[in-house]
């Protein structure tokens, strides 16, 4: 799982490099890069891994170990947005991001946006059919873009 997590570096579907953080796109990566990409890995897990959704002591790195296509369906929707996030590019386009996972894992997963998981140098952009299925409110910034009946408008 880890190794999918790290192809967000670079945007490639394959793991590559050190630890599967990437080999870099427009540099050859150093040591500070690699460790850098270790720790937002570890930042990653440790703010949308199993022990902030799961009632049991579940635990981040038994589950960093994994294999992606062991996990269910809301497990890996929730390693796809932490490859989204683990790159911190700055923006972010979240597609109907929620489908398949469950309600505790969409309750962890609004809670970290919303709480750090994103920086104020990043722009999340989400698409959903549900108001209440976005992280913030107006009071935290957010501009809505509403398409109704082929019109849209902003709110």
Same mark, same amino acid.
């Given at each position: ?70 996990? %269910?369906?809301? &497990?890996?929707? *929730? =390693? +796809?947005?932490? /490859?989204?996030?683990?790159? $911190? ?9 929620? %489908?398949?996972? &469950?309600?505790? *894992? =969409? +309750?962890?997963? /609004?809670?970290?946006?919303? $709480? ?40």
């Amino acid at each position: 799982m880890r190794d999918v997590v790290g192809t967000g570096f670079d945007g490639v579907y394959v793991p590559r490099g050190v630890d599967s953080v990437g080999t870099g796109v427009m540099h050859e990566l150093t040591q500070q890069d690699i460790d850098w990409r270790r720790m937002r890995i570890d930042l990653v897990l440790q703010g949308l891994g199993p022990s902030n959704w799961l009632a049991s002591s579940a635990s981040n790195t038994e589950f960093s170990k994994s294999n992606f296509v062991d996990l %269910s369906v809301g &497990e890996q929707r *929730m =390693v +796809l947005l932490m /490859r989204a996030l683990v790159g $911190e590019p700055r923006l972010i386009l979240l597609d109907e991001v929620w %489908s398949g996972m &469950e309600e505790a *894992m =969409v +309750l962890a997963a /609004r809670k970290y946006l919303r $709480e750090g998981g994103v920086s104020e140098q990043q722009a999340v952009v989400v698409i959903t059919h549900w108001e209440h299925e976005v992280p913030w409110t107006k009071e935290d910034g957010l501009k809505q873009f509403i398409l109704e009946k082929g019109v849209g408008s902003t709110r």
